[in-house]
């Protein structure tokens, strides 16, 4: 299995442009998280889905952020308009229930840079 | 609200063992402790948990006193590879409960 996809690696854009971050879970995983990472705030949840359905995004910033998953696997991340304050790193990762671990599978995460 | 403390950060020499502290002092009977990792510039990593018996795997052992207040990871012969952040997380045992994550401990091994 390839691991939690997500792309594109690094993104640098300008302040007011669309952002589109992008995840592909591991095959069989019903949950999906996306995270954010920076030096201030540390790791924090955004929102998670379970079976393709947003169950938690109360740790969405504002309605700058929205995130879809159209299908089990596939999630988008948008930030439109972009500013400099939403660098960071985004991570998504999956997880799958039943198992004896309930562990979370994270991808290598997206680099955003707003200038 | 912070649910587990950590030491800020940590050194360690190359091949002895690492043994990192995490006070949870607030768990609920049903919660589990979990640790991850992350190396710089990776996602985290999971290394192990527990409810409340000590707990070994390829990676760690995981030792936690009896009234489940605090926890240690242990890193038996920890390698440079090793040096990273550690999170430790309390957690309901359920595939759809977040990760909160606290600062962590930042461990350089050291040659």
């Known amino acids: 299995d390839a691991g939690v996809i997500q792309s594109p690696r690094h993104e640098v854009t300008e302040m007011g442009q669309e952002v589109t971050l992008r995840c592909k879970p591991i095959?069989?995983?019903?949950?999906l998280f996306w995270y954010r990472q920076t030096m201030m705030r540390g790791l924090e949840l955004l929102i998670y889905?379970?079976?393709?359905?947003?169950?938690?995004d109360s740790g969405m910033p504002e309605d700058r952020f929205s995130a879809k998953m159209p299908n089990a696997s596939f999630s988008t991340l948008k930030i439109q308009p972009s500013e400099p304050r939403d660098s960071a790193v985004y991570f998504c990762?999956?997880?799958?229930?039943?198992?004896?671990?309930?562990?979370?599978?994270f991808g290598p995460g997206t680099r955003l840079t707003v200038l | 609200d912070a649910k587990t403390t950590q030491p800020p950060s940590m050194d360690c020499a190359e091949g002895r063992a690492a043994n990192l502290p995490c006070n949870h002092s607030?768990?609920?009977?049903?919660?589990?402790v979990y640790w991850y990792r992350q190396i710089h510039s990776q996602g985290p990593q999971y290394i192990i948990h527990?409810?409340?018996n000590n707990e070994t795997n390829e990676m760690a052992s995981l030792i936690i006193t009896e009234d489940r207040k605090s926890s240690t990871l242990i890193l038996p012969h920890a390698t440079l590879r090793d040096t990273a952040v550690y999170y430790c997380?309390?957690?309901?045992?359920?595939?759809?409960?977040?990760?909160?994550f606290g600062g962590g401990t930042r461990l350089m091994v050291k040659p």
């Open positions: 527990g409810l409340k």
């Open positions: 607030t768990i609920s009977g049903n919660e589990y």
């Open positions: 997380i309390v957690r309901v045992l359920n595939a759809g409960n977040m990760l909160t």
């Open positions: 990762a999956s997880s799958r229930p039943g198992t004896a671990r309930e562990e979370q599978f």
């Open positions: 095959s069989g995983h019903d949950y």
């Open positions: 889905f379970n079976n393709n359905v947003p169950i938690d």
